[in-house]
Nanobody
């Protein structure tokens, strides 16, 4: 359906910043909400941030609120996650995903997933 490709991950020092991108292709004629999740090594995937189709509504996990900003540019079919004040505990593989729900933090509501991009924060 919709193919998603994440990019922008890498190694950064604690307190630094990264901006992740998620490029969508395929069934981009359909409206969909989008979200970012992360897979912490050894534990289950967790919600990070979500955004509605229009970009007018956003949601954030408490652990990243005030540090991360989600946005999207539908003309470019791209979603972004600006990550500031990074901490070692932010180290994970970050995934983007799409949902038919307007906006949701629930993983079960997401149907299309990217392959992930590694973010490593050193102390």
């Amino acid at each position: 359906q919709v193919q998603l490709v994440e990019s922008g991950g890498g190694l950064v020092q604690a307190g630094g910043s990264l901006r992740l991108s998620c490029a969508a292709s395929g069934r981009t004629f359909s409206s969909y909400g989008m979200g970012w999740f992360r897979q912490v090594p050894g534990v289950e995937r967790e919600f990070v941030a979500a955004i509605s189709w229009s970009g007018g509504s956003t949601r954030y996990a408490d652990s990243v609120k005030g540090r991360f900003t989600i946005s999207r540019d539908n003309a470019k079919n791209t979603m972004y996650l600006q990550m500031n004040s990074l901490k070692p505990e932010d180290t994970a593989v970050y995934y983007c995903a799409t949902t038919a729900v307007l906006i949701t933090t629930t993983p079960r509501n997401y149907r299309n997933w990217g392959q992930g991009t590694q973010v490593t924060v050193s102390s």
